[in-house]
């Protein structure tokens, strides 16, 4: 079985302030971890994904996140945010058997960005 | 654009109705999920298909049913429509570089 927790559910900022989102995950099988962004209806953006190569993942738009085994955490960081980072953010793990990798969405975080 | 192309990207219906929903993968993807995105129950996997067959159910309801056709596209069958089926449907589709989303269908049920 497999889980995710976004610690919390809206995060407001300054813009040009640091952005810090927390996930907590479990999983039963090595996961492959990702954050996906999702702007007011739009679709879903892939920002970056871990699948057990360097722990620290870089991904678009200045975003990375942090492996942390021993914490069982996947936070998304940024340091100065902007404007058009204000969306819904999500936290994603795939785990399981080779062929059964669905998805499972932590709850959201929605990120405000104030000037 | 994504490379995973859905259609339509609005329907409204009414309750009791039948509506299906169109996905085509990114080219040589072989594997299609399909999400449901509503406000009380966020973003929900339903169903996986993997080359024409059904790998994996999520929490899927019995009015609804998919398939995936020999040209991978697939398609997510929604019976006996309910108010609380109104909701955002994503398909993505798989690789080995991850998952790729679509920009979903939005259906309404009026």
């Known amino acids: 079985a497999q889980s995710v927790t976004q610690l919390d559910s809206h995060v407001s900022v300054s813009e040009g302030t640091p952005v810090l989102l927390r996930c907590n995950y479990s999983?039963?099988?090595?996961?492959?971890l990702f954050w996906y962004v999702q702007h007011p209806n739009k679709g879903l953006q892939l920002l970056l994904k871990y699948t057990s190569a360097a722990t620290l993942v870089k991904g678009i738009n200045g975003f990375e996140a942090e492996f942390k085994k021993s914490e069982t955490s996947f936070h998304l960081t940024k340091p100065s945010a902007h404007m058009s980072d204000a969306a819904e953010y999500f936290c994603?793990?795939?785990?399981?058997?080779?062929?059964?990798?669905?998805?499972?969405f932590g709850s959201g975080t929605r990120l405000q960005v104030q000037p | 654009d994504s490379g995973v192309t859905q259609t339509p990207k609005h329907l409204i219906t009414a309750t009791g109705q039948r509506v299906t929903l169109r996905c085509s993968p990114r080219?040589?993807?072989?594997?299609v999920y399909w999400y449901q995105q509503s406000l009380d129950q966020g973003l929900q996997f339903l169903i996986h298909y993997y080359n024409g067959e059904e790998r994996a159910k999520g929490n899927i309801l019995e009015r609804f049913s998919a398939q995936q056709f020999p040209d991978l596209h697939s398609e997510l069958n929604l019976s006996s429509l309910e108010l609380g089926d109104s909701a955002l449907y994503f398909c993505a589709s798989q690789a080995n570089y991850g998952y790729t989303f679509g920009s979903g269908t939005r259906l309404t049920v009026v």
């Open positions: 080219s040589g993807d072989l594997s």
């Open positions: 999983s039963s099988y090595s996961p492959s």
């Open positions: 994603v793990v795939s785990a399981g058997d080779t062929g059964r990798r669905a998805l499972t």
